[in-house]
């Protein structure tokens, strides 16, 4: 068996650390360690990584912010990447937004913001990074992150870069599926001036509104599951009576049904498990097999599967 520590450290172009705790680094606070958490800060330095753990086979993952994964309690028996540096950054260029995929959302937003920028307030409550986000079209109150997207600097899987524009995406409903195969290295935005003013307000409302519907107290991933046709996957949950179920530590949140919540005692067992139940549940009543929003992470099979 290939010693995946040993051979990164030994050639890595980056920072990097050995059995890195994911938990911290997650929304749900959940989850065992990395075998290997990798920090490039620069294109070349992600490109070399990625050349590395191809060239060796090693499994990876990139990582956001953590905000739509659940970790295994085993961890991740590879290398998992985190974007620093002018990978994590945020400018403007030629009056656009443009930012690395390793930023965080609310960064994204605070800048236009601070630039009397407005069209990108509705993504400020939003616990995710810019580059998680252009991947599965991020949303929330009226907006989606491909309203105001012009065009991403990617890697293909064959590691060459490429450009693609808002119109060569197809863009859906918590899906981009020509990035799924990509990695994002930097996006830009196109907004409008506004009074500063009003878009901190608008923000503040945002948050407001987040902080009434959601259980923003307790660790959770947001939304487990994606809305399904003509219905919202909340309604199917009171529905089924799963409002306030419980496995360990895992709750379905009494406050939003559709967001389950980590009593800070869970483990990644418990909420799969809360997870398959209630999809078991609405299946069983409605015949109704609800998608995950989160991706499970360090599972030899879908955790998630009923």
């Excluded at 620093?84 to 959302?105: H, K, N, Q, T, Y």
């Excluded at 693609?164 to 899906?175: A, C, D, E, V, W």
Aim: aromatic share 6%; charged share 25%.
């Amino acid at each position: 068996m290939i010693d995946i520590a040993g051979v990164i450290a030994a050639h890595a172009p980056c920072e990097l650390r050995a059995d890195a705790p994911l938990a911290p680094l997650t929304t749900f606070r959940v989850g065992g360690p990395a075998k290997v958490l990798a920090e490039p800060k620069t294109s070349k330095e992600l490109i070399g990584l990625l050349e590395l753990i191809r060239a060796n086979g090693i499994p990876y993952f990139l990582l956001g912010l953590g905000s739509n994964l659940l970790v295994s309690d085993t961890g991740f028996d590879g290398v998992v990447i985190r974007l620093r540096g002018e990978l994590a950054s945020i400018r403007m260029d030629r009056g656009d937004c443009v930012a690395g995929p390793g930023a965080r959302l609310f960064a994204l937003t605070t800048f236009a913001a601070e630039n009397s920028l407005s069209g990108i307030e509705p993504l400020s409550g939003i616990p995710g990074s810019v580059g998680g986000g252009l991947w599965m079209n991020a949303g929330a109150y009226g907006g989606e992150i491909s309203d105001t997207f012009v065009e991403a600097d990617v890697l293909t899987k064959s590691l060459r870069q490429e450009r693609l524009t808002n119109s060569q995406i197809s863009f859906g409903y918590r899906s981009a599926p020509e990035l799924k195969d990509m990695i994002v290295l930097e996006s830009r935005y196109r907004l409008k001036q506004g009074d500063q003013s009003s878009i901190y307000g608008e923000m503040r409302r945002v948050w407001r509104l987040r902080k009434e519907k959601q259980p923003i107290e307790f660790p959770s991933a947001g939304s487990i599951f994606k809305r399904p046709p003509n219905d919202f996957a909340g309604r199917l949950i009171e529905a089924t009576g799963c409002k306030g179920l419980r496995v360990g530590g895992a709750i379905v949140s009494e406050k939003h049904a559709g967001i389950f919540v980590n009593d800070r005692r869970a483990s990644a067992l418990d909420i799969a498990t809360l997870i398959r139940e209630v999809r078991r549940r609405i299946k069983k009543q409605f015949g109704i097999l609800l998608e995950t929003e989160i991706l499970p992470v360090g599972y030899d099979s879908d955790p998630f599967a009923v």
